[in-house]
């Protein structure tokens, strides 16, 4: 009786889904767990070594896996280092400003993109996919000497404008993307009702938008303090950025992993803030 | 009557009203591209026909010679063309199939989905920098804990990063793990954001499980896939710093991807004309690529409406 019941309530599905059916439902939620384990341990691996590293002291750092001598040294001596902090703070301010900046640059962009038709709209269209195409590097190469000549290598400006830049035709290309999601009906009634064309874009359209444009300001946030090219090749000791700091541990002995691993913790530590509490805004926002 | 277009001709079309509107709306993205994107690549144009090494400061004219070295460099042509493709093909199908399976699993109701989705969104928090150097360390030839980890199981013990194909698989598999989260976060987007009504069809049909994956949801999704693969397949191409901090384009120059090739002729060998040419070469590769792809992305996204 429990036998034909189990088989009953399997069968169906036994058949339908192919190995994962001739598994069972036992074998079936065995499979599940082990995946589910197997995704925790390949995506927390990396951060767990990264972290443990961190907290070993220099004599423990190689061979971490052994003995048990645990501090936080590591954390203290990169502190100290007045580079450190400096970087932090000039990543967290830069992220934040770039942020701010792009969304604003980019969102009637992508609003013209979705909305309208005809040659300019197409035009423009095409600049930004070329555009997108061009690698960094093509760009960031020549920037060295567009900012040594504009007198603003390695300060805020210097960054925070490529930075804008390199957005613009993405940001233009995902923007629309969230504007076509949204019917034009109700600026087309607002258009009708008297409204302008740029009061129907900022008090219709831009808060219907705000779900996509706040996911994206997440995302922007974070590719801003994670980049490095830029930073690399655009800053010096004068405006440091964390990414370049972390990276630059490296002594003619060789590196110093250990604190190397707690500078990256530390500057793992806002982008994972805003990533654990954003991630509801990410995943509605980009639903749309 | 002949007035019409007398009149017409003293208010051009192009700049009527709704087209004055368009061109302010764009404006500002349009100057800033202008300027730090635009105006840069002209200049890297002007630097890859001179002889613009830091120490020369005659900048002679070389017309093309940079751009006939670049493609006649062997090392150009036969390690860092295969690699860069290799990289971006490989990349960007694994982590889609990657993405498309934890979009899945995501998708359901079940303990501690939360918690899976926040680690499954790690590497999007961790710069890749970062992720690179943990991956260094982490197959150190003597002290690297998977190194260890991989002697332990019976895995031969070769030189990780100090051998081609083992450094340009760990390369791949970096890239892999910085770039699942974001399929799988457009992905489950677009999976919950799916209509239920070709769902319940298919159950009535008593279609599979695997059969309703490929016959709805995956119809269903070709647009958004192919926008990401297409995005992630432009960004893939001037991969950078994974490259970099892992194997710095080594062991003898064997992993270099194109970006690094440009970095190395213009930063480490200090020839910035030869930089800006092996960047323009890129950039024009690049572009043949990626109108490509669009035609391709255009045409899938036909058939799927």
Same mark, same amino acid.
């Given at each position: 009786?429990?036998?034909s019941?189990?088989v009953s309530?399997?069968?169906?599905?036994?058949q339908?889904?192919?190995?994962?059916?001739?598994?069972?439902?036992?074998?079936?939620?065995?499979?599940?767990?082990?995946a589910?384990?197997?995704?925790?341990l390949?995506?927390?691996?990396?951060?767990?070594?990264?972290?443990?590293?961190?907290?070993?002291?220099?004599?423990?750092?190689?061979?971490?896996?052994?003995?048990?001598?645990?501090?936080?040294?590591?954390?203290?001596?990169?502190?100290?280092q007045?580079?450190?902090?400096?970087s932090?703070?000039?990543?967290?301010?830069?992220?934040?400003?770039?942020?701010v900046?792009?969304?604003?640059v980019?969102?009637?962009?992508?609003?013209?993109?979705?909305?309208?038709?005809?040659?300019?709209?197409r035009?423009?269209?095409?600049?930004?996919?070329?555009?997108?195409?061009v690698?960094?590097?093509?760009?960031?190469?020549?920037?060295?000497?567009?900012?040594?000549?504009?007198g603003?290598?390695?300060?805020?400006?210097?960054?925070?404008?490529?930075?804008?830049?390199?957005?613009?035709c993405?940001?233009?290309w995902?923007?629309?993307?969230?504007?076509?999601?949204?019917?034009?009906s109700?600026?087309?009634?607002?258009?009708?009702?008297?409204?302008?064309?740029?009061?129907?874009?900022r008090?219709?359209?831009?808060?219907?938008?705000?779900?996509?444009?706040?996911?994206?300001?997440?995302?922007?946030?974070?590719?801003?303090?994670?980049e490095?090219?830029?930073?690399?090749i655009?800053?010096?000791?004068?405006?440091?950025?964390?990414?370049?700091?972390?990276?630059?541990?490296?002594?003619?002995?060789?590196?110093?992993?250990?604190?190397?691993?707690?500078?990256?913790?530390?500057?793992?530590?806002?982008?994972?803030?805003?990533?654990?509490?954003?991630q509801?805004?990410?995943?509605?926002?980009l639903?749309? | 009557?002949?007035m019409?277009?007398?009149?017409?001709?003293?208010?051009?079309?192009?700049?009527?009203e709704?087209?004055r509107?368009?061109?302010?709306?764009?404006?500002?993205?349009?100057?800033?591209l202008?300027?730090?994107?635009?105006?840069?690549i002209?200049?890297?144009?002007?630097?890859?026909?001179?002889d613009?090494?830091?120490v020369?400061?005659?900048?002679?004219?070389?017309?093309?010679?940079?751009?006939?070295?670049?493609?006649?460099?062997?090392?150009?042509?036969?390690?860092?063309?295969?690699?860069?493709?290799?990289?971006?093909?490989?990349?960007?199908?694994l982590?889609?199939?990657?993405?498309?399976?934890?979009a899945?699993?995501?998708?359901r @109701?079940?303990?501690?989905?939360?918690?899976?989705?926040?680690?499954v969104?790690?590497?999007?928090?961790?710069?890749?920098?970062?992720?690179?150097?943990?991956?260094?360390?982490?197959?150190?030839?003597?002290?690297?804990?998977?190194?260890?980890?991989?002697?332990?199981?019976?895995?031969?013990?070769?030189?990780?990063?100090?051998?081609?194909?083992?450094?340009?698989i760990?390369?791949?598999?970096?890239?892999v793990?910085?770039?699942?989260?974001?399929?799988?976060?457009?992905?489950?987007a677009?999976?919950?954001?799916?209509?239920?009504?070709?769902?319940?069809?298919?159950?009535?049909?008593?279609?599979?499980?695997?059969?309703?994956?490929?016959?709805?949801?995956?119809?269903?999704?070709?647009?958004?896939?192919?926008?990401?693969v297409?995005?992630?397949?432009?960004?893939?191409?001037?991969?950078?710093? @994974?490259?970099?901090?892992?194997?710095?384009?080594?062991?003898?120059?064997?992993?270099?991807?194109?970006?690094v090739?440009?970095?190395?002729e213009?930063?480490?060998?200090l020839?910035?004309?030869?930089?800006?040419?092996?960047?323009?070469a890129?950039?024009?590769?690049?572009?043949?690529?990626?109108?490509?792809?669009?035609?391709?992305?255009?045409?899938?996204?036909?058939?799927?409406?």
């Amino acid at each position: 009786m429990s036998l034909s019941l189990a088989v009953s309530s399997t069968g169906p599905r036994a058949q339908a889904g192919g190995f994962l059916g001739l598994l069972g439902v036992a074998g079936r939620r065995v499979f599940f767990a082990l995946a589910v384990v197997a995704i925790l341990l390949i995506f927390i691996g990396p951060v767990a070594i990264l972290l443990l590293t961190s907290v070993r002291p220099p004599s423990g750092v190689y061979y971490i896996w052994r003995g048990w001598e645990f501090t936080l040294d590591n954390f203290a001596e990169v502190l100290a280092q007045p580079v450190v902090l400096h970087s932090m703070w000039n990543s967290f301010v830069l992220s934040s400003i770039a942020t701010v900046a792009s969304l604003g640059v980019t969102v009637g962009s992508g609003y013209m993109l979705s909305r309208f038709t005809g040659p300019i709209q197409r035009s423009w269209f095409g600049i930004i996919y070329v555009f997108r195409t061009v690698p960094y590097i093509s760009w960031v190469l020549p920037l060295y000497l567009v900012t040594t000549n504009l007198g603003i290598y390695d300060t805020y400006l210097g960054l925070l404008l490529p930075h804008v830049a390199v957005h613009v035709c993405f940001f233009s290309w995902i923007m629309k993307g969230f504007f076509d999601s949204i019917s034009p009906s109700m600026e087309h009634a607002a258009l009708i009702d008297g409204c302008t064309r740029w009061g129907a874009f900022r008090r219709v359209a831009l808060p219907s938008a705000m779900p996509g444009i706040a996911a994206l300001a997440i995302l922007s946030w974070l590719w801003t303090w994670n980049e490095f090219l830029f930073g690399l090749i655009l800053t010096a000791q004068r405006t440091p950025v964390i990414t370049v700091t972390m990276a630059q541990f490296v002594t003619e002995t060789g590196t110093e992993w250990h604190l190397m691993s707690a500078t990256a913790v530390l500057a793992m530590l806002p982008a994972l803030l805003i990533t654990i509490f954003g991630q509801k805004y990410v995943v509605r926002g980009l639903r749309m | 009557m002949s007035m019409a277009p007398v009149s017409a001709a003293h208010r051009p079309r192009l700049l009527g009203e709704k087209e004055r509107f368009m061109l302010l709306l764009i404006a500002p993205a349009a100057l800033v591209l202008l300027s730090f994107e635009v105006v840069p690549i002209l200049i890297g144009m002007n630097a890859s026909f001179r002889d613009w090494s830091l120490v020369n400061p005659q900048k002679t004219w070389v017309g093309l010679r940079h751009y006939v070295e670049v493609f006649t460099d062997p090392v150009f042509l036969k390690i860092v063309l295969p690699n860069t493709f290799i990289l971006m093909v490989s990349s960007v199908t694994l982590s889609l199939v990657f993405g498309l399976a934890l979009a899945h699993l995501l998708k359901r @109701q079940f303990f501690g989905r939360i918690l899976i989705q926040t680690v499954v969104l790690l590497p999007l928090t961790i710069a890749p920098v970062i992720t690179a150097t943990m991956m260094r360390w982490s197959f150190n030839d003597q002290f690297g804990i998977l190194t260890n980890l991989l002697a332990v199981i019976g895995v031969p013990q070769v030189g990780w990063l100090s051998e081609r194909w083992p450094s340009f698989i760990i390369i791949i598999l970096t890239d892999v793990w910085i770039w699942t989260p974001w399929f799988t976060i457009i992905l489950l987007a677009a999976l919950q954001g799916l209509p239920k009504e070709p769902y319940e069809a298919a159950q009535i049909d008593a279609a599979s499980k695997w059969g309703i994956f490929t016959h709805v949801t995956l119809p269903l999704l070709r647009p958004v896939i192919a926008v990401c693969v297409l995005i992630r397949a432009i960004d893939a191409f001037r991969t950078f710093d @994974q490259v970099w901090v892992l194997t710095g384009g080594g062991p003898a120059r064997s992993t270099e991807v194109f970006s690094v090739y440009a970095y190395v002729e213009a930063f480490v060998n200090l020839d910035l004309g030869r930089g800006a040419a092996a960047a323009g070469a890129g950039a024009i590769i690049m572009l043949a690529v990626g109108l490509g792809l669009y035609a391709i992305v255009n045409r899938a996204m036909e058939v799927s409406r």
